[in-house]
């Protein structure tokens, strides 16, 4: 069965500090792998999309790895801020039709204190 | 920032009655999704379009339906509202295919149905 798991369901940390958010999935044959930022009430907004080939990808302060043989990727947040207090969710895609298929996982719901 | 729009941001309602979340976007992607989420979980795909005349139903069986008469709009109804559909309405279009394309999101529509 095709499933995303992200780890840890919630994490809290002091603004500046460095985390870590996990995905795991089983997802195949796979596409690409994307991580969303959501804030409370809002819509999602992409920060990577990374494809098989790719493992680091970097949006500013966001730095996505992926590993396609073990099937995990990382969101890694760099000196956090208050604004990236928000649900984090890892997103992937398969190629087993011409169209393919989304798996979104449950998120991560960080909140960065003062 | 994603051109993509919905109405109402929140709507109560009472059982039984009729409403529409309208949806547009300004991007001129053929491709418009409907998703369906729930608090602390994933996002379940529950309509989508790849073009005018064009809808399917996505994985998560819904009462809902859809219409896309222009390339811009994507509105769904729900001619008798439950409590069993108070949830968040997420639109979302796509510039490309669900798998290679970016996924712009928009600011979803909170439903409540007392």
């Known amino acids: 069965k095709n499933q995303v798991e992200q780890s840890p369901q919630s994490l809290i940390i002091l603004e500046g500090k460095n985390c870590t958010l996990q995905?795991?999935?089983?997802?195949?044959?796979?596409?690409?792998l994307r991580w969303y930022k959501q804030d409370t009430g809002r819509g999602p907004v992409s920060l990577t999309i990374m494809t098989f080939s790719e493992n680091t990808k970097s949006n500013g302060r966001y730095t996505a790895t992926l590993d396609a043989d073990t099937k995990q990727s990382s969101l890694h947040i760099t000196a956090s801020q208050l604004s990236d207090s928000a649900s984090y969710i890892c997103v992937v895609s398969d190629r087993g039709s011409t169209l393919g298929r989304l798996y979104f996982g449950r998120g991560t719901q960080l909140t960065v204190w003062p | 920032e994603a051109d993509i729009y919905q109405t109402p941001r929140y709507l109560v309602i009472g059982t039984g009655k009729k409403i529409t979340l309208e949806c547009s976007q300004t991007?001129?992607?053929?491709?418009m999704y409907w998703y369906q989420q729930d608090p602390g979980m994933e996002l379940h795909l529950i309509h989508y379009?790849?073009?005018?005349?064009?809808?399917e139903k996505g994985d998560l069986s819904s009462e809902s339906t859809v219409s896309r008469i222009r390339t811009e709009h994507f509105p769904l109804t729900l001619e008798s509202a439950r409590p069993s559909h108070t949830s968040q309405y997420l639109c979302?279009?796509?510039?490309?295919?669900?798998?290679?394309?970016?996924?712009?999101f928009g600011e979803g529509s909170r439903l409540t149905v007392l």
């Open positions: 995905c795991n999935y089983t997802v195949s044959p796979f596409s690409n």
């Open positions: 991007m001129g992607h053929d491709k």
């Open positions: 379009s790849y073009g005018v005349n064009s809808t």
């Open positions: 979302a279009s796509s510039d490309g295919g669900a798998v290679t394309g970016e996924l712009f």
